[in-house]
Every structure is written in structure tokens, then in C-alpha cells.
């Protein structure tokens, strides 16, 4: 199915929770992997371990051959007050979304990991809480020339990229496979060009702004609580053009999340177009 039709039968689930910010609470980078580290120990307490995606397979079809991306993204935003909690579930695994919802409730109301005391668990308590489910991704039509700028509201972590480097060609080619893999869920197929629509994002004037490095360390608990070095890009991209498909590829992505990591709340952005 091409992009355009698949955009068009994009099922999706938005389940969105905002908690009260505990004075003293790290709310840095890693703040989206003890999330979910904490809704996944309760799904697993609840037998319905949804979120990965050989359990998820198996519980939905009985598979053992799930595609390579987890079903769902996460992103966090917070400020001084509040912390704004987003789980997007796809294709499947929407019917589970009242599930996923009462084990997020549970993961806040038994305490999330505080990276500052390695060990305690901080109360959040839940003050709203939504859950809406779309039927189609609304890709804009954007084909007179313009710039289309991209505005990461995360990290978002490229894998093979050269060291520093954050480039369209990287970002259209992950959005690429990424969206494809996704596409399993909805039990339907990508198709297109690939790499033709990776040679034209190549061929395009990008313009980044602000674009630097963010750095730190997580610990995880199946590791022995060892540090894990992590990093990505944050900042504003731009690029300009006719950019047909590959307009629509970009809107697509601020809907599926960027880059590798996304169930930790990784490769958020925003879109927006100028002339």
C-alpha cells in the first residue's frame, strides 16, 4: 500500500496522563525509559505483557515472528508543575488501549524510579487523564515549494549515523523503515520507492538550526543497574523544496516518532510549513 493510502487506514490510540511534578523530581531524558520500565512491570503483573512485540504477537495471533518495532511510542514534556505523559498505540494493539491505560494508572500510583536515589520510588499523583482513538493519519498535501521545518520536542537517536552528524537522507531512510515496520501491525504492507525518495531528500537544501548533542546516563535494572551512556539530537531541521512524498513521509513520522528508542520517548517533533 502506498504511503498516501496507508496514512488513510492508520488506526491509532493517544493515551494521555498528566501528573503532578514531585519537587526535586529528575524530569531529564531518561525519564521516558523508567516509564516504561514501570507500565511494562505492571502489564507483565497483569498477564497481558502488550508492549513488546514477540508477546504482543503472540498473545494477538499466537506468532513468534513479530515485526522488529515494538506497537506503540511514548513521549514526555514537563514543566515546574506538571508532567505530560503521551503512549500511542498502532494498528492491533489499539483494542488493548483500556488495558495499557488502567496499568499506566497503576504504574504512577505505585511510583515511578527516581534517578537522583537509585532504588525509591516517587508517588505521581494523576490529575487528567484522556484516551482517543483516530482511524487516519492527515497527511498534508504540500506540493508548491516551500520550507518545512521539523522541530524536535526530544532526543532523537539515528542509528548508523556518522558521529555529530543529524542528516535529512538518515532521517527520511529511518522515518522509512520505521513507518514500514509499523505497517505489520496494521496488518498491511508499505510500498514504494525507498531509496529514490532517500536520493531526492539527499538532493534537497537542509537547514539545521540550533541542532547539538544532548548526553547522559541511564542505569537499567536488567543490566545491574550498570550506567548505559546514551545520546541525541535535539534542535530544529529544515528543508526546502517541492517535496511531494517526501512531505508526507515527514508528516507521517511526527505521528510514529523518530529514530530508534521511541518507547522511551525518544524522536518526538513537531512539523510546521513556511513559503
Not at 490510540?13 to 507500565?39: K, N, S, Y
Not at 494498528?91 to 497503576?106: E, I, K, N, P, T
Request: hydrophobic letters at 45%; glycine letters at 12%; aromatic letters at 10%.
Amino acid at each position: 500500500m502506498p504511503l498516501g493510502e496507508l496514512a488513510s487506514v492508520w488506526r491509532y490510540c493517544d493515551i494521555r496522563i498528566t501528573v503532578e511534578r514531585p519537587a526535586g523530581f529528575d524530569t531529564g531524558p531518561g525519564l521516558g525509559g523508567r516509564i516504561r520500565g514501570a507500565l511494562g512491570a505492571r502489564l507483565q503483573e497483569a498477564g497481558v505483557d502488550c508492549l513488546r512485540s514477540r508477546a504482543a504477537f503472540e498473545l494477538l495471533f499466537g506468532d513468534y515472528a513479530p515485526p522488529p518495532v515494538r506497537p506503540f511510542n511514548l513521549h514526555v514534556a514537563s514543566n515546574f508543575k506538571h508532567i505530560h505523559i503521551l503512549v500511542r498505540l498502532h494498528g492491533c494493539v489499539v483494542g488493548l488501549s483500556q488495558v495499557v491505560r488502567d496499568a499506566l494508572h497503576g504504574a504512577f500510583n505505585l511510583g515511578i524510579a527516581d534517578s537522583q536515589n537509585r532504588g525509591r520510588r516517587r508517588y505521581l499523583p494523576i490529575l487528567e487523564h484522556t484516551l482517543d482513538q483516530r482511524e487516519c493519519i492527515e497527511v498534508p498535501d504540500l506540493s508548491e515549494a516551500g520550507w518545512m521545518w521539523l522541530v524536535f520536542r526530544g532526543p532523537v537517536t539515528l542509528l548508523n549515523e556518522r558521529a555529530g552528524v543529524l542528516s535529512g537522507e538518515g532521517l527520511a531512510r529511518s522515518l522509512w523503515a520505521r513507518i514500514s515496520s509499523l505497517a505489520l501491525w496494521q496488518d498491511v504492507q508499505l510500498i514504494g520507492d525507498d531509496g529514490a525518495l532517500c536520493e531526492r531528500a539527499a538532493k534537497l537544501r537542509w537547514e539545521d538550526r540550533y541542532i547539538r548533542q544532548t548526553y547522559w546516563v541511564r542505569y537499567s535494572s536488567k543490566q545491574a543497574h550498570l550506567p548505559i551512556e546514551m545520546h541525541g539530537f535535539q534542535g530544529s531541521l529544515g528543508v526546502a523544496g517541492a517535496l511531494g512524498e517526501l512531505a508526507s513521509l515527514l508528516a507521517f513520522g511526527a505521528i510514529v516518532q523518530a529514530g530508534a528508542r521511541t518507547a522511551f520517548g525518544f524522536g518526538a517533533y513537531d512539523w510546521f510549513w513556511s513559503h
